[in-house]
């Protein structure tokens, strides 16, 4: 870590020292998760859509969008047998999230990640706004009938074993696919995201009560989530911990922002030693046990490879046809839809309209 963002962290811990009353505000991403072995999405090398990409997908992100799991549930289900809940333990960043809670210095934490870690290192459903969904429930995709979460997660071992279409979960009425409620592209992100958000973006008005405003651990490239810094007030101070600078950060930077790029995981040992919380971290860790190297993911992405390699589309199939988006398009399409999209309620960024091959 370097001198540089030492000294951010340590300037980030002094302001979050000498305001006492004031609360934070926490945005991540997959990022703080990535120490616990659940590898991220958009990291050169060790993104998860880096290895989908090598698999012939119509483009990497399709294994969350809705249409593409219509037509084709399978690689969801590798993904997800990989990503359930339960096998990964919290990263040192989440038990800080914890600490603020315990310090009553947390007053929300907007995640994208689905992974429920922050649930896991104690956290209260309160303070929690899980902004793409989660496992916890799940609905079928054509007639939202509402399905608790062990009817998927059954279906999900039974498919594991015998991977065939008939062990898709469906749906007792209708017949239709029941898919986790996941915030798949194209699809509405929760109601609570945005009232809390509104709520939230109040107290931001009176210095009483203002937040500060920790972003870390996400590339900000999924809207409205991506939108979420530049929404905050101009007296509210932001600051960023991320292995790189990205967003309104990079985009609109404002002379009060806190910068620092580096890993979480480090920013939080920092920050609990400058504000006297290193005991109570020690402890969450010796409580989640937590392992002192980082697991090897290696073998689960092999896994998860091999698997998705025999779903590969093959060259003679007639949706094989359609053109891989570039990089380009897909920098356009995301670009377009951070302007057309940045007020959606739909989770959106670069996706190719599939219902295009989806025709052909
Ligand atoms: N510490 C700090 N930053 C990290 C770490 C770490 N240990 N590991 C990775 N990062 C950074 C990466 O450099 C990158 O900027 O975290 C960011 C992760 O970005 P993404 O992989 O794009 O993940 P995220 O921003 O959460 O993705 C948003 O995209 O596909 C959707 O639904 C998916 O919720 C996800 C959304």
Not at 41 to 60: D, V
Not at 112 to 140: K, M, V
Not at 225 to 235: H, I, N, R, Y
Not at 317 to 333: I, L, R, T, V
Request: proline residues 5%; negative net charge.
């Amino acid at each position: 870590m370097s001198k540089d963002h030492i000294n951010a962290t340590k300037k980030l811990a002094k302001l979050l020292h000498d305001n006492p009353k004031q609360k934070v505000i926490f945005l991540v991403g997959a990022g703080i998760s990535t120490s616990c072995g659940i590898p991220d999405f958009r990291s050169p090398e060790t993104g998860l859509y880096h290895n989908l990409s090598k698999l012939n997908l119509p483009y990497a992100e399709a294994v969350f969008d809705i249409d593409f799991f219509e037509e084709k549930p399978r690689p969801f289900y590798m993904l997800a047998s990989e990503l359930y809940p339960g096998k990964f333990k919290p990263s040192k960043f989440h038990l800080l999230l914890k600490l603020f809670q315990d310090q009553k210095r947390l007053q929300r934490i907007y995640t994208q990640n689905i992974d429920t870690l922050e649930r896991q290192a104690g956290i209260s459903q309160a303070y929690i706004i899980e902004a793409h969904g989660s496992f916890a429930e799940n609905h079928c995709i054509n007639c939202n009938k509402i399905y608790d979460m062990d009817i998927f997660k059954k279906h999900l071992d039974k498919y594991q074993k015998e991977p065939i279409d008939k062990n898709f979960a469906r749906c007792r009425s209708c017949n239709g696919l029941i898919k986790p409620n996941i915030v798949f592209f194209g699809e509405d992100l929760p109601k609570r995201f945005f009232a809390t958000w509104d709520s939230d973006l109040e107290t931001m008005d009176d210095k009483e009560t203002r937040p500060i405003v920790i972003v870390a651990g996400t590339s900000l490239t999924v809207y409205p989530f991506a939108s979420l810094p530049t929404e905050v007030s101009k007296d509210t101070t932001r600051a960023l911990i991320n292995r790189e600078l990205v967003g309104d950060f990079k985009a609109s930077p404002r002379k009060t922002d806190i910068i620092i790029e580096c890993n979480s995981d480090d920013a939080a040992d920092i920050i609990a030693k400058e504000l006297g919380w290193s005991k109570q971290l020690d402890d969450l860790i010796k409580e989640h046990d937590l392992l002192t190297t980082i697991p090897d993911v290696t073998d689960e992405l092999e896994s998860i490879s091999k698997e998705l390699d025999k779903l590969t589309i093959k060259e003679d199939d007639p949706k094989a046809g359609e053109e891989e988006s570039s990089d380009e398009n897909k920098k356009e399409n995301k670009s377009n839809s951070s302007k057309e999209n940045t007020q959606t309620e739909q989770k959106i960024p670069a996706k190719k309209d599939f219902s295009e091959s989806k025709s052909t």
